[in-house]
């Protein structure tokens, strides 16, 4: 499929230079939004605990400011960088899951040793779940009873998954919904929640607190 480039407008490419320029200005910062990384910083606790799909920059900036953090990644090669990364940085808290994305044509993802990774922990035994990987919309379902009280859900990339008024690309509309059946039943459940949608322009990142 050939890319489309109908977004291109004057905004969107100012935007996209001003996320290129922060990238490079904050190499160790999660590819969240700058709003999003400003509110964890000031929100996040030392005695923290979390689970993180999608291993990266987010793994380190997240287990330095926290008491433990499970992050699971699908890429192996990624996987072993990461591990690096943890082991160079000396930081003791991360647990770096390695989960193979499946294979087929009608793979079972929500049977899947990914999503299944949300089996190791108890409810409400968590202060914060990052959906930034693969199967985001089984890994955010599985993840919502593992939340505590006000605990947050924070979701990368999240207006191609939620409807919203946002300018980013391939945003969701209001009139379109979320994006298929477990989005859904995601959304029927957070949608009341209070939240913090945050944008670039380029991405969406919003952080969903736990009633």
Excluded at 10 to 32: G, M
Excluded at 84 to 104: E, F, H, W
Excluded at 106 to 126: G, K, M, N, W
Aim: charged content about 20%; some cysteine.
């Amino acid at each position: 499929m050939a890319r489309s480039y109908s977004h291109w407008s004057a905004r969107y490419l100012l935007n996209r230079a001003r996320e290129k320029s922060f990238r490079r200005q904050h190499p160790d910062f999660p590819w969240f939004t700058p709003q999003a990384i400003d509110f964890l910083q000031g929100y996040l606790l030392p005695t923290d605990a979390g689970l993180e799909f999608g291993s990266g920059r987010s793994t380190l900036w997240l287990a330095r400011r926290t008491r433990s953090l499970t992050s699971v990644e699908h890429n192996p090669e990624w996987a072993e960088k990461v591990r690096s990364r943890i082991a160079l940085a000396n930081l003791q808290n991360v647990d770096l899951i390695y989960a193979p994305k499946l294979t087929g044509d009608q793979p079972d993802i929500a049977h899947s040793d990914y999503v299944a990774v949300t089996a190791r922990f108890e409810p409400e035994s968590l202060d914060f779940v990052v959906i930034d990987g693969i199967y985001r919309a089984h890994c955010a379902l599985r993840s919502l009873p593992l939340l505590k009280q006000h605990a947050m859900l924070i979701i990368d990339n999240v207006n191609k998954a939620l409807p919203s008024h946002s300018i980013s690309p391939n945003s969701r509309s209001i009139e379109a919904g979320p994006d298929g059946e477990i989005w859904n039943e995601v959304w029927q459940q957070i949608e009341p929640w209070r939240s913090y949608w945050t944008s670039n322009g380029v991405a969406d990142t919003a952080i969903f607190f736990k009633p």
